[in-house]
DNA sequence: ACAACATACAACCTATCGGTTGTACATTTA
DNA sequence: TAAATGTACAACCGATAGGTTGTATGTTGT
C-alpha cells in the first residue's frame, strides 16, 4: 500500500482506539451534535472532548459545519465503509493462504457438513 | 457495549493503528511465520518486532505455536472479522439516523436514477 | 559439552497521548 | 454595548507507546 494510504490507516484506527472517541463517533452518525453537547455527555473538560472531536475530524471520522456560534459535528459513514473495505483486504490476504493449502492437498470430498452456510 | 468489549475494541484497534504491526498482520494472515523471520523484514531490532507480535497477540489477532526452538505466528482472520462486524454496528447507527430523516420528510417518489445498484 | 540460534524480558529513553487550566475570540442575546 | 455562550488553542503534566541495548533461558546441531 502506498505511504499515503499507511497514514490514513494511522489516523483511521488511532481515531477508533480510543472509547471516548469511538463514543462520539455514534452519536455524530445518528446526528448532527454541537462541540458543547456532546462535551456534556462525558466525565471531563470541554477541552478534552474538543479534542477528541478534532482527532476524529482529522482522521475524516467527521465533518464539522458552522452554525451561527454552533460547530455541528456529522458522522462519515463513508470513512467506516472505507476502514471496512482495508479489513476486507487482510480477509482476502488469508483467503489466499487457504487457497494455497487446498491446492498443496489436492482435491478432495466436497465438505456436505456445512452446506447450508 | 459492555466494558469488556470495550476494552477488546481498544486493544484491536490500538493494535491496528501502527504500520508495522498490520504489515506483520498481513504476513501471518499468508501463512505461518517465526518472530525471527518477521525481525529480518523490518529495519529495527528484534526485540522492536517482538514487542509488535506481543501487541498482536494480546489483541488476539495472531497465536502462536511453538515449534522446537522456534515460536510460528499465524493471523486468525476471526478477530479480523469481529472488527468488521463492530464497523458494521457504526454503520446501522447511521442509517437509523437516515431512516428518521426518512420519516420526517415523509414518503416521496421512489429513486429511479440508482436502481441497478 | 558447547557453540549457535530463537526467544523472552527488563531497563531505559524520547515522543506522543489524553487529560488539565487558562486565555482569547466570535457570536448571540439582554 | 455588555454579558453570556460556544469554540479554539496554548502550555503544562503524568502515563503510555515505540524504540533501544543488555541479559537470561531454552533448543539445536557439532
Redesign the pocket.
Known sequence: MSDVGEDRADALF?AL??R??RDILRRVLAGEH????L?TKY??????V??????LQRAGLLT?RR??????ATGDVEAIRSVASMLTEYETVWRGRVARIDQLLGPRQPDTTSEGD
Chains 1, 2 share one sequence.
Open positions: 488511532h482506539a480510543d471516548t472517541r454541537s462541540v458543547t453537547t462535551a466525565d471531563m473538560s470541554f477541552a478534552a474538543q479534542k477528541h472531536v478534532t482527532v464539522k452554525s451561527g456560534r454552533e460547530q455541528l
